[in-house]
């Protein structure tokens, strides 16, 4: 009875701190700017489906993508299994789903494969990590908490899936045993392996055993449930409604600025009023619009979710030809700063219930040498497995630069004269634009 | 080849009181570029020899304003832009064709919102329609049994998911189409998008172009087919870095065609 107290407590603990991490979450992803996003649905659920659920951009890179497959059907699958432990646990009940019979033999057998899976998939990871560095592994923007956080999620998992086959092994051992409580249930294809280690133990000794893994298992599920929101690792969840969120257009087409055909309509036609300047209210501040972005609350409320989808895999950043080619700018590091410039905003509002200027800004965190490397060819969003657009944010950075603070590449600002008086980025005149039919 | 090309302007259509079917729009580099300008006179042969009634805006086009976008400068492309759809409506521009990428993208995707709606192809697409409905004939010719590799242009490949319009026309000649391994929606840039083109490069270890040249090189080309002129000119400058310009040519797809076809 104390058992199950204490397991329902923990239970409500854990679900009502997720809930508040991630309303804490959705409240700094709206602090961007808004866009309405909602045309298409028919094609934005086929897209979610395919490229989401079905992790169809996983598996170009076929080693890491079945590998993560296996993970992630684990993950989902192996929850099915959480569903019993949660209902054990608040009623007291041991397999209560155990009268599905030969179903559930099937169901706890095809659990302990996709265990099993899940071990070897995060070790082979944790050697790609940790022994063989793959380059996109081992960038110094990963050093420090990222590289942590990686191996954490790593570790954590493995542990668990230790925990679910030792209780499994445990528990069929005992209820061979005939031990009381422990009924003859489910099939163990991979715990069954595990007699010959447990066999030795008493009925007492391997019972503790098996509630020491189960409490593990569900305690730690619940840690990680509430670890997924200070970690790289929410893509579990963003990953679904970030691609359905995730443009239809063509890749190459940048988004209009209405404001400033407005103004632009305005100088050509003098008869034209100039668009109003409008604010809007961010976290209790006033916030006059800005051309270009600045900080997080210049971006869309769309690219802030993107920053909290990045699981910081980084194959952006190995495509991207400005990182190749060793300039400074790489794609995943745009995405983790964002990320990180709203998390600092979003603790300062924790801590002043407002918004109040710290003095910082996301072009503290992303410098105008990454941002002027960019071709904006886009390999990191053909290559980004959630759709993520680090592109659109280097472009609006530029924008904010080039508009309100006139900083630029000297070039560039040569090839800006050339069009504003030539119409072309060189110094040729309209009155030569006809020269090369001549021979 | 030095026969005088035969080009009239929109206002020349205007003035007869015609409509041309298509409009080429040539692009800066096109049309002041000495290598593009090579481009669009092989483009042009094609167009005569299938006897397209085509214009081109002559001193009425301005640059799209695409690098000026790219770089930060949403002001000065609206300006451009604004401009550019004004003239184009009040000719009644239907349908463009251009072979710069980059104009091709903005005039396809970003000219509507600003009011500015057409038919817009690249040129290998319209190449390879042309080819189709059997308006020009290729037979191999000076590139039969070549070994050619193409370097998609990102915005034209991944940026418009348009891979196979180059290919098919490539595949007329009767060469050897070679694949980088880079390709299609992998393909690596060649360095010029996103306004890099008009200024140096960041620090680095190496230049975008010369790794893509690298690439391309390794699989042994008698010919590297670009798609687009900045392209073009990343490409041959990295095929000169590595000494290779007396055996590897770099050639718009166009004046393989036209080449070919000896147009």
């Given at each position: 009875?104390?058992?199950?107290?204490?397991?329902?407590?923990?239970?409500?603990?854990?679900?009502?701190?997720f809930?508040?991490?991630?309303?804490?979450?959705?409240?700094?992803?709206?602090?961007?700017?808004?866009v309405?996003?909602?045309?298409h649905?028919?094609?934005?659920?086929?897209?979610?489906?395919?490229?989401?659920?079905?992790?169809?951009?996983?598996?170009?890179r076929?080693?890491?993508?079945?590998?993560?497959?296996?993970?992630?059907?684990?993950?989902?699958?192996?929850?099915i299994e959480?569903?019993?432990?949660?209902?054990?646990?608040?009623?007291?009940?041991h397999?209560?789903?155990?009268?599905?019979?030969?179903?559930?033999?099937?169901?706890?057998?095809?659990?302990?494969?996709?265990?099993?899976?899940?071990?070897?998939?995060?070790?082979?990871?944790?050697?790609?990590?940790?022994?063989?560095?793959?380059?996109?592994?081992?960038?110094?923007?990963?050093?420090?908490?990222?590289?942590?956080?990686?191996?954490?999620?790593?570790?954590?998992?493995i542990?668990?899936?230790?925990a679910?086959?030792?209780?499994?092994?445990?528990?069929?051992?005992?209820?061979?045993?005939g031990?009381?409580?422990?009924?003859?249930?489910?099939a163990?294809?991979?715990?069954?392996?595990?007699?010959?280690?447990?066999?030795?133990?008493s009925?007492?000794?391997?019972?503790?055993?098996?509630?020491?893994?189960?409490?593990?298992?569900?305690?730690?599920?619940?840690?990680?449930?509430n670890?997924l929101?200070?970690?790289?690792?929410?893509?579990?969840?963003?990953?679904?409604?970030?691609?359905?969120?995730?443009t239809?257009?063509?890749k190459?087409?940048?988004?209009?600025?209405?404001?400033?055909?407005?103004?632009?309509?305005?100088?050509?036609?003098?008869?034209?009023?100039?668009?109003?300047?409008?604010?809007?209210?961010?976290?209790?501040?006033?916030?006059?619009?800005?051309?270009?972005?600045?900080?997080?609350?210049?971006?869309?409320?769309?690219?802030?979710?993107?920053?909290?989808?990045?699981?910081?895999c980084?194959?952006?950043?190995?495509?991207c030809?400005?990182?190749?080619?060793?300039?400074?700018l790489s794609?995943?590091?745009?995405?983790m700063?964002?990320?990180?410039?709203?998390?600092?905003?979003?603790?300062?509002?924790?801590?002043?219930?407002?918004?109040?200027?710290?003095?910082?800004?996301?072009h503290?965190?992303?410098?105008?040498?990454e941002?002027?490397?960019?071709?904006?060819?886009?390999?990191?969003?053909?290559?980004?497995?959630?759709?993520?657009?680090?592109?659109?944010?280097?472009t609006?950075m530029?924008r904010?630069?080039?508009?309100?603070?006139?900083?630029?590449?000297?070039?560039l600002?040569?090839?800006?004269?050339?069009?504003e008086?030539?119409?072309?980025?060189?110094a040729?005149?309209?009155?030569?634009?006809?020269?090369w039919?001549?021979? | 080849?030095?026969?005088?090309?035969?080009?009239?302007?929109?206002?020349?259509?205007?003035?007869?009181g015609?409509?041309?079917?298509?409009?080429?729009?040539?692009?800066?580099?096109?049309s002041?570029?000495?290598?593009?300008?090579?481009i669009?006179?092989?483009?042009?042969?094609?167009?005569?020899a299938?006897?397209?009634?085509?214009?081109?805006l002559?001193?009425?086009?301005?640059?799209?304003g695409?690098?000026?976008?790219?770089?930060?400068?949403?002001?000065?492309?609206?300006?451009?832009?604004?401009?550019n759809?004004?003239?184009?409506?009040?000719y009644?521009?239907?349908?463009i064709?251009?072979?710069?990428?980059?104009?091709?993208?903005?005039?396809?995707?970003?000219?509507?919102?600003?009011?500015?709606?057409?038919?817009?192809?690249?040129?290998?697409q319209?190449?390879?329609?042309?080819?189709?409905?059997?308006?020009?004939?290729?037979?191999?010719?000076?590139?039969?049994?070549?070994?050619i590799?193409?370097?998609?242009?990102?915005?034209?490949?991944?940026?418009?998911?348009?891979y196979?319009?180059p290919?098919?026309?490539?595949?007329?000649?009767d060469?050897?189409?070679?694949?980088?391994?880079?390709?299609?929606?992998?393909?690596?840039?060649?360095?010029?998008?996103?306004?890099q083109?008009?200024?140096?490069?960041?620090?680095?270890?190496?230049?975008?172009?010369?790794?893509?040249?690298e690439?391309?090189?390794?699989?042994?080309?008698?010919?590297?087919a670009?798609?687009c002129?900045f392209?073009?000119?990343?490409l041959?400058?990295?095929?000169?870095?590595?000494?290779?310009?007396?055996?590897?040519?770099?050639?718009?797809?166009?004046?393989?065609?036209?080449?070919a076809?000896?147009?």
């Amino acid at each position: 009875m104390i058992a199950q107290l204490l397991f329902t407590a923990l239970l409500l603990a854990g679900a009502v701190l997720f809930a508040r991490n991630i309303l804490r979450v959705r409240r700094n992803i709206l602090l961007g700017r808004d866009v309405t996003i909602n045309d298409h649905p028919g094609e934005r659920w086929a897209l979610m489906a395919r490229v989401a659920l079905g992790q169809s951009k996983m598996v170009v890179r076929p080693v890491a993508g079945i590998l993560h497959i296996i993970v992630y059907a684990g993950f989902v699958i192996i929850n099915i299994e959480v569903l019993e432990i949660l209902i054990d646990g608040v009623f007291g009940t041991h397999r209560v789903l155990s009268f599905l019979g030969g179903f559930y033999d099937f169901l706890i057998g095809s659990f302990e494969w996709l265990a099993l899976g899940v071990w070897v998939a995060c070790a082979i990871f944790l050697v790609r990590r940790n022994l063989i560095k793959l380059k996109r592994f081992v960038m110094k923007e990963l050093d420090g908490w990222p590289r942590t956080d990686a191996n954490l999620i790593l570790v954590t998992e493995i542990a668990l899936m230790t925990a679910f086959l030792l209780m499994n092994g445990a528990d069929q051992l005992l209820a061979s045993r005939g031990a009381e409580h422990y009924i003859v249930a489910g099939a163990f294809p991979i715990s069954g392996l595990l007699t010959p280690l447990l066999d030795g133990l008493s009925n007492t000794s391997l019972i503790l055993v098996e509630r020491i893994c189960w409490w593990f298992h569900i305690i730690g599920i619940l840690a990680f449930l509430n670890y997924l929101v200070v970690s790289k690792h929410l893509h579990i969840l963003l990953a679904f409604p970030n691609v359905w969120y995730s443009t239809l257009r063509p890749k190459t087409e940048l988004v209009n600025m209405p404001r400033v055909t407005g103004e632009v309509r305005s100088m050509l036609d003098p008869s034209v009023q100039p668009p109003t300047v409008t604010a809007h209210t961010v976290a209790g501040v006033e916030m006059t619009e800005r051309f270009g972005a600045k900080d997080v609350f210049d971006l869309s409320w769309k690219q802030l979710m993107d920053a909290y989808s990045c699981t910081e895999c980084g194959r952006c950043t190995s495509v991207c030809p400005a990182s190749i080619t060793g300039k400074l700018l790489s794609p995943r590091k745009i995405m983790m700063d964002t990320r990180d410039r709203l998390e600092e905003v979003g603790k300062v509002i924790d801590a002043k219930s407002k918004w109040e200027d710290d003095g910082k800004s996301l072009h503290k965190r992303i410098t105008e040498e990454e941002l002027w490397a960019c071709t904006t060819c886009n390999a990191c969003t053909e290559a980004c497995p959630v759709n993520i657009d680090p592109v659109g944010i280097i472009t609006d950075m530029r924008r904010y630069l080039v508009m309100e603070e006139s900083r630029t590449r000297p070039a560039l600002t040569s090839m800006f004269t050339n069009v504003e008086n030539n119409g072309a980025p060189w110094a040729f005149g309209p009155d030569q634009r006809m020269k090369w039919t001549e021979q | 080849m030095n026969e005088p090309l035969h080009i009239r302007t929109m206002a020349d259509f205007a003035a007869a009181g015609e409509v041309p079917d298509v409009l080429f729009w040539v692009g800066c580099a096109g049309s002041f570029d000495d290598r593009a300008r090579k481009i669009s006179k092989a483009f042009v042969r094609i167009l005569n020899a299938a006897k397209v009634k085509f214009a081109v805006l002559g001193q009425e086009e301005s640059c799209t304003g695409d690098p000026a976008r790219r770089a930060g400068n949403e002001f000065l492309f609206q300006m451009q832009a604004l401009n550019n759809v004004t003239v184009l409506n009040g000719y009644g521009v239907r349908r463009i064709v251009t072979a710069c990428p980059h104009c091709f993208n903005t005039l396809k995707n970003e000219y509507p919102a600003l009011g500015g709606t057409y038919e817009v192809m690249h040129h290998t697409q319209f190449i390879n329609t042309l080819l189709k409905e059997g308006r020009i004939k290729v037979e191999g010719g000076n590139f039969k049994g070549k070994r050619i590799t193409f370097h998609d242009p990102c915005y034209l490949g991944r940026g418009n998911g348009e891979y196979e319009a180059p290919r098919e026309v490539l595949l007329k000649l009767d060469a050897a189409l070679v694949e980088m391994k880079r390709s299609r929606a992998n393909g690596l840039c060649c360095g010029a998008g996103g306004g890099q083109m008009f200024k140096e490069a960041e620090p680095g270890t190496r230049e975008v172009n010369v790794e893509r040249s690298e690439e391309a090189l390794g699989t042994a080309p008698n010919v590297i087919a670009a798609g687009c002129p900045f392209c073009n000119t990343m490409l041959t400058d990295g095929v000169k870095h590595f000494n290779k310009e007396g055996e590897v040519q770099v050639k718009d797809v166009a004046e393989l065609i036209a080449e070919a076809g000896d147009l």
